[in-house]
């Protein structure tokens, strides 16, 4: 009689051979022959395919920050001039009507606006660095696609110059009258 442990063995057994019977014969067959030097080729080929968009991708992102940045100080200066406005009423105010009321909100104004005013000068500073990063980015993938133009532009030539040249082959000419008749005349001559 056999027990349930010895057949879980025998199929674990059986299962192991196979395994390691179809490991070996696809690793023969998966084991084409190529050169390392080919896949060095293929590996720089596609990194200079992602360094490229990586290009494109700084250069967009920075192109973003520089839109959302403007759009921000825009927006600050419009409220920068809204404030001097409200400033300037207020001060009128304040000099037709000598209230603390009138001079409190003097104040208030002043302080809106030195506090805009700070924020739009971080703003313009802001606005200059993603000015430059969006330069430099810009400079970077004009660089990168010069240097892929001119790489592209080399295995073009490369390949024509060593391409097999082929030979110019000169088409038979018929031969002329007059030497077909000299032809003619030297053959009769030399059969008498």
């Known amino acids: 009689m056999v027990t349930k442990k010895a057949r879980t063995t025998k199929k674990r057994v059986t299962k192991k051979t196979a ?30 395919i992602q360094l490229a968009k990586l290009y494109e991708k700084g250069a967009a992102q920075a192109q973003k920050s520089a839109d959302r940045i403007k759009g921000q100080l825009d927006k600050a200066v419009a409220r920068q001039s809204a404030l001097r406005d409200k400033k300037n009423a207020a001060t009128e105010k304040a000099n037709a009507n000598r209230t603390p009321a009138a001079q409190k909100q003097v104040e208030r104004a002043r302080d809106a606006l030195r506090t805009s005013g700070q924020k739009v000068s971080e703003l313009r500073a802001q606005m200059k660095d993603a000015k430059q990063a969006l330069k430099n980015a810009a400079d970077a993938l004009k660089k990168s696609t010069a240097q892929q133009k001119a790489l592209e532009k080399f295995e073009s030539d490369w390949a024509k110059a060593t391409a097999p040249k082929k030979r110019k082959t000169t088409a038979k000419r018929r031969p002329r009258k007059a030497a077909a008749k000299n032809a003619a005349a030297a053959e009769s001559t030399a059969s008498a």
């Not at 390392?36 to 200079?48: G, N, R």
Request: glycine share 0%.
């Open 19 to 48: 395994t390691r019977a179809t490991k070996t014969t696809a690793a023969k067959k998966a084991a084409p022959s190529v050169s390392p030097v080919t896949q060095l080729e293929q590996t720089i080929a596609k990194s200079q």
